[in-house]
């Protein structure tokens, strides 16, 4: 049976509104003969730029609050599914014409100008050309953000299991111990002695803990791997 991916954007909408499990509807606009280049040119070149400004000033009557979002949710779904959170100038993939004629949009409706973008998405796309489900949001001020577009393809639906080892460092100490254990438990009977006792059995679990562990250092340093909560936020291409 084939497992459903994982939408991230639902994902927050639940960690936002747990009273609700409802998935907000995104607005896809069709009108693109309106759009004129130099328009989109000027957004791109806002979105290639360091986030200048904290605050967009918007009507707060015309937003979607489905769509507002508090960085400490935006930081727990981060760390659950191993993203990151960054400027937009970091982000390697590309800006697709509804995300652009979504901001062209705000902009009219709220009649201002967006800077200082955030996007939300897997490392890789910030080294990368992926296609990963990235978030794109604009600053609200007083850490809230708010949601312009999502799109791409949805994570893995095992994504947030495979990621929790990377989470902290307690958790990669437990998935190490489990580890260990079943690769003990795999060592047949008389391996090592005609009847193998306890004192063997821990032997070998501690030989399989040192060994896993050393793997597990090794390819850490070398890759320049770091912790969910240590990148969601960082800039740096190795820290994936």
């Known amino acids: 049976m084939l497992l459903k991916r ?15 499990s409802e998935a907000a509807v995104l607005k896809w ?19 290639s730029k360091n986030a200048e400004a904290d605050i967009t000033d918007f009507d707060f009557n015309l937003l979607d609050t489905k769509r507002i979002f508090n960085e400490n949710s935006i930081k727990k779904i981060c760390v659950n599914y191993r993203l990151r959170f960054l400027d937009t100038c970091f982000f390697k993939g590309t800006f697709p ?4 004629n979504e901001i062209k949009d705000l902009e009219e409706e709220h009649q ?16 990368l050309n992926k296609t990963d489900d990235p978030l794109l949001f604009a600053p609200m001020g007083n850490g809230h953000y708010y949601l312009i577009h999502k799109w791409g393809d949805d994570l893995h639906p095992l994504r947030k299991l495979t ?14 111990l489990l ?23 821990v032997m070998v679990f501690f030989f399989m803990f040192k060994s896993i562990a050393a793997i ?20 740096y291409d190795k820290a994936q």
């Open 6 to 20: 994982t939408n991230i954007h639902d994902k927050l909408l639940r960690e936002q509104h747990r009273a609700t």
């Open 29 to 47: 606009v069709t009108n693109f003969i309106r759009k004129t280049p130099s328009s989109n040119q000027r957004i791109l070149d806002n979105l």
């Open 97 to 100: 014409q509804e995300a652009l």
């Open 112 to 127: 201002t100008i967006l800077k200082g973008f955030k996007i939300m998405a897997p490392s890789k796309m910030f080294v």
């Open 163 to 176: 990621m929790w080892p990377f989470k902290r460092l307690e958790n990669i100490i437990v998935a190490i």
């Open 179 to 201: 580890s260990s254990l079943i690769a003990t438990a795999l060592i047949p009977d008389g391996l090592f002695a005609p009847e193998q006792s306890f004192s063997q059995d």
């Open 216 to 235: 597990v250092l090794f390819y850490g340093f070398a890759l320049g791997k770091n912790f969910n909560t240590a990148i969601w936020k960082c800039q």
